[in-house]
Each structure stands twice: as C-alpha cells, then as structure tokens.
C-alpha cells in the first residue's frame, strides 16, 4: 500500500503543480510607482487598475507595483521608454521641455473639477495632440490633471497681492513656473515628494498645490495663508504610460482588455479620486490656514499675468503646428460637458 499511497500523492502533487502552472499570470507588469501607497493615485488609481487588468484578462496579465520606485519621479517617463520599468506615472512638467502641447492643461481658470478637466484632457489629447509624438516609445494609458491648484505661504501675506513680490515659490511646470514669474514671485521648480523639505528649511515662501497635497504631505503645520481664484491657478498634467514594446508583445485579445479599463474609464476614476481627496483635505486646510479667495481687483491682474502664460503656450501650438486655439475650446466644452453630468 505504502508505494500506491506515494504514487498517488506523487500524481496529486503534479496535478496541483500543474493547475498552479495554468493559473499563473502568463505576463506579469512590473509598475515603478514613487508615491507613498496611501496616496490616491496609489490606492484609488493604480491598485484599483492592477486589479481591474487581472479581471479584464481573466488572470493572464498581471500588474506589480513595486515596493520602492526604479528612480526619481522625473526618470519615470524613460524607465518606461527603454523597458527598465513596464508602467509608470509621473507629471510632463518634470522633464521642463520635453513635453510642450500638455501644457494646455495646466493652464490657469480651466476647471473646478479633476474629472471633468481629466476627461476632457483624455478627449483632447486623443483628437488633436497624440499625433504629435511626443510620447513615442510608449502606449499611453492615459493623461489626466489633478484638481484646481491654489497658492499657499508659510506667512507671507496673499493680499494685496503686491505682498507677495519676491516670494519664493515651489513650482511644479514650465505653466506655473511662468505664472509664478509673471505675478512677481521667484519660481524653484521641485517634485512634489521635495515640498516639506523645502518649506520647513525655509528654502521657499510657499507652494502652488491642490487641496489634497497639503495634509498628504503634512503641510498643513507649516502653511498659514492661502489665495483661491475660480477654476484654479493652474493644473498638473500627469502621464500613466506603458512600455511599447512590452505593450506589443500582448496578444490583441489582452490589448483590447487593458484598453477597456485604461483611457476614459480610467482617467474618470482618477478624477474622481482626487476630487473626493480634496473635497476631504478642504475643510480641514481652511480650519487651519488663512484662506483668501481673490477679488475682482486681483482677479485682474491676475488675469493680466495668466495671459504670458497663455501666449507662451500658443507659442508652443504654432510651432508644433497644433491649433492652440481650437484645442483649447475642445478642452474648455468637453469639460462643461463632463460638469454637466
């Protein structure tokens, strides 16, 4: 009995082997990611993704987001281009230069809402800025903008405005560098995970970020005043990109799958993620910080000063041969449209 009772244990082993063997994912997407997991682009965007591509694939794909990134947050876009990571997102900003029609969406006034400014961006960029090239060497999963950005200090007052001249200001873009520029402040480009560091040490005066960044970064101990304008200062605009190769090397039944759950879908939900963080960060900011929301004197020249920023980016349409204007108008009514729903 004994040599029966090994055979037949030998064979439910290879058995099990066997059926784990089918089980198992036959490609695996390695996702670098540099934000803490209990950021909403972590756990409301990307691990719901991860899990939504697993199900749309029926377990033949699955995604890893790894525990430690492969790089800093502006190395994201090339770790994904030459294959060192699968997926990744960061914001186009990071890379100054590089990525020149994205700035359409971070331009001051657009939206008061993350989806609505996302879902519309998607449209638009699907329309009239993908053929442009300039994220060759990966599938674009989607782009997308956080929500309305304001301008916090660490004291220095927000009105008048003429108060603000020489501040310094953590920036995030070529837009919001520009903007800083224009309103009389000094702009210091950083990534975001630099904010604290650069606000505690007294390196600069304040910040440009949305509601949700400021508790998530604990910035709300050493933030005092803030300036609100309707639609925003500005926005950030985001990439969530694929490797192409590795992208090319799924079959069309898993590529239409990943596509089902990428694109709208996604950027909807991302959207909707960073909306729901900043209506949560909101109330809690303005127990806290010194909250002013620009009058129509200001909002001149603040307009006044938006409007280089808005120049220069059409500057950058006409040279690339992108309508400036007819995507802008695309941006501005498929937004009305989304807010509408």
């Known amino acids: 009995m004994k040599p029966l009772i090994g055979t037949v244990a030998a064979g439910a082993i290879a058995l099990a082997s066997l059926t784990g063997m ?25 691990v719901p993704w991860a899990e939504q591509v697993k199900e749309a694939t029926e377990g033949r794909v699955e995604v890893q987001i790894l525990d430690a990134p492969l790089g800093p947050p502006p190395a994201h876009f090339d770790l994904v ?4 990571a699968d997926v990744a997102f960061s914001a186009h900003g990071y890379t100054p230069g590089r990525f020149v029609l994205t700035d359409l969406a971070e331009l ?30 990966v599938k674009v999963l989607s782009v997308f903008g956080h929500g309305p950005g304001h301008l916090f200090t660490t004291g220095r007052d927000v009105t008048p405005m003429a108060e603000l001249s020489g501040a310094k200001i953590r920036v995030a873009s070529a837009v919001t560098n520009e903007l ?21 040490n007294g390196v600069a005066d304040g910040i440009y970020f949305p509601y949700e960044s400021v508790p998530f970064f604990k910035l709300d101990s050493l933030l005092e005043k803030g300036l609100t304008v309707p639609g925003g200062l500005y926005n950030v605009s ?6 192409q190769a590795k992208w090319d090397g799924l079959s069309p039944e898993d590529q239409s ?14 959207g909707r993620a960073w909306d729901n963080a900043d209506a949560a960060a ?13 009058s129509e004197a200001e909002m001149e020249n603040i307009r006044a000063a938006a409007q280089t920023v808005y120049d220069t980016v059409r500057g950058k ?15 501005k009514e498929e937004s009305a449209k989304v807010a509408a729903e």
Do not use: C
């Open 180 to 200: 800083a520029e224009a309103m009389g402040m000094v702009a210091l480009q950083a990534p975001s995970s630099k904010s604290y560091e650069l606000l505690s």
């Open 317 to 331: 349409y006409e040279a690339k041969g992108v309508d400036f204007d007819a995507a802008l108008a695309m941006l």
């Open 238 to 243: 985001f990439f969530f990109v694929m490797n």
């Open 22 to 46: 089918a089980n198992a994912a036959e490609t695996t997407l390695r996702l670098s990611n540099w934000l803490p997991p209990s950021h909403p682009m972590v756990k409301d965007m990307m």
């Open 108 to 137: 001051p006034f657009l939206t008061p809402s993350s989806e609505a400014l996302s879902v519309a961006y998607w449209r638009t960029y699907q329309a009239m800025l993908a053929d442009a090239g300039e994220h060759n060497g």
């Open 282 to 294: 909101r109330d809690g900011i303005e127990a806290k910080i010194d909250m002013h929301e620009a």
């Open 81 to 84: 281009a030459t294959g060192a």
């Open 257 to 270: 799958a990943i596509d089902s759950v990428s694109g709208e879908a996604l950027v909807r939900m991302t």
